[in-house]
């Protein structure tokens, strides 16, 4: 079952500009092997069937990027700033209201910008390290069997983002990958193959982009590191947002 939203199209234009701006914290990852999806029961079917994953290693930023983060790019990019949530933009909460093309954008500004490779991570790297990576406990949301330690979600965010890092981190030091804001991934959305895969890119026969990790404004469920969902990339919400990845140094 593939969970879609449609989207509007919004046109992208950006330039590149050296100058100084906050870098993303980054949290390396390991590489090794996991089997990706709900194996605990629960899940929906988009979920299964579990299956072997290879990944290489490489490194993720440790919090979602946040509103200071995104007002520094369109500042020196020379963009406007989206549309404001209903509470306003915050500095330190995780930025939304952002399509994954706008996403896109940032990583190729950042990329130009550092001299380094951002880009968005692909399903597996997120869920890989959401889940703690080689040194997962297996627990239930990133970071805890319990969602209030780690996550901000529809029972105790009070109906908003909050500060990114507020909450407990997980296996590897990172933040919110259960709850505050949706994060966008590379990938097309589409059906598991039950096959082995390495370093995965996920489907060419969707038009819709996978995001991750649940919400300010979901339930529980959807915090789940194997929770997946797909969305037009040209749309954009007031509970999704993003992080970034880069190779391993």
Same mark, same amino acid.
């Given at each position: 079952?593939?969970?879609?939203?449609?989207?509007?199209?919004?046109? =992208?234009?950006?330039?590149?500009?050296?100058?100084?701006?906050?870098?993303?914290?980054?949290?390396?990852?390991?590489?090794?092997?996991?089997?990706?999806?709900? @194996?605990?029961?629960?899940?929906?079917?988009?979920?299964?069937?579990?299956?072997?994953? !290879?990944?290489?290693?490489?490194? +993720?930023?440790?919090?979602?990027?946040?509103?200071?983060?995104?007002?520094? $790019?369109?500042? %020196?990019?020379? =963009?406007?700033?989206?549309?404001?949530?209903?509470?306003?933009?915050?500095?330190?909460?995780?930025?939304?209201?952002? !399509?994954?093309?706008?996403?896109?954008? *940032?990583?190729? /500004? %950042? @990329?130009?910008?550092?001299?380094?490779? $951002?880009?968005?991570?692909?399903?597996?790297?997120?869920?890989?390290?959401? #889940?703690?990576?080689?040194?997962?406990?297996?627990?239930? $949301?990133?970071?805890?069997?319990? %969602?209030?330690?780690?996550? /901000? *979600?529809?029972?105790?965010?009070?109906?908003?983002?909050?500060?990114?890092?507020?909450?407990?981190?997980?296996? =590897?030091?990172?933040?919110?990958?259960?709850?505050?804001?949706?994060? /966008?991934?590379?990938?097309? %959305?589409?059906? *598991?193959?039950?096959?082995?895969?390495?370093?995965?890119?996920?489907?060419?026969?969707?038009?819709?982009?996978?995001?991750?990790?649940?919400?300010?404004?979901? +339930?529980?469920?959807?915090? #789940?590191?194997? *929770?997946? +969902?797909?969305?037009?990339? #040209?749309?954009?919400?007031?509970?999704?947002?993003?992080?970034?990845?880069?190779?391993?140094?």
């Amino acid at each position: 079952m593939r969970k879609i939203f449609a989207g509007l199209p919004i046109a =992208l234009f950006f330039s590149l500009t050296v100058s100084a701006q906050t870098e993303p914290e980054m949290i390396k990852v390991k590489g090794g092997s996991f089997m990706m999806g709900d @194996s605990k029961g629960g899940g929906d079917p988009d979920e299964k069937p579990v299956h072997k994953v !290879t990944l290489s290693d490489y490194e +993720i930023g440790k919090t979602e990027i946040t509103v200071k983060q995104w007002r520094e $790019y369109t500042t %020196l990019a020379n =963009l406007k700033m989206p549309d404001a949530p209903a509470w306003g933009w915050n500095d330190d909460h995780p930025m939304v209201n952002v !399509t994954w093309e706008e996403a896109t954008a *940032y990583c190729v /500004w %950042l @990329s130009g910008k550092t001299g380094k490779v $951002y880009r968005l991570p692909t399903e597996a790297e997120w869920e890989y390290a959401a #889940r703690g990576g080689a040194s997962s406990k297996n627990n239930l $949301y990133a970071g805890s069997n319990e %969602l209030d330690e780690v996550g /901000w *979600y529809r029972e105790n965010s009070k109906g908003s983002t909050h500060p990114v890092a507020g909450k407990k981190a997980n296996e =590897l030091g990172i933040f919110d990958m259960s709850g505050n804001a949706w994060e /966008w991934c590379s990938d097309l %959305l589409d059906e *598991y193959s039950a096959s082995p895969a390495t370093n995965p890119t996920g489907s060419t026969n969707s038009v819709f982009r996978i995001r991750r990790g649940g919400s300010w404004d979901d +339930i529980a469920k959807r915090a #789940r590191p194997t *929770y997946r +969902i797909g969305n037009s990339p #040209r749309r954009s919400y007031h509970s999704l947002g993003f992080r970034v990845v880069r190779a391993s140094r």
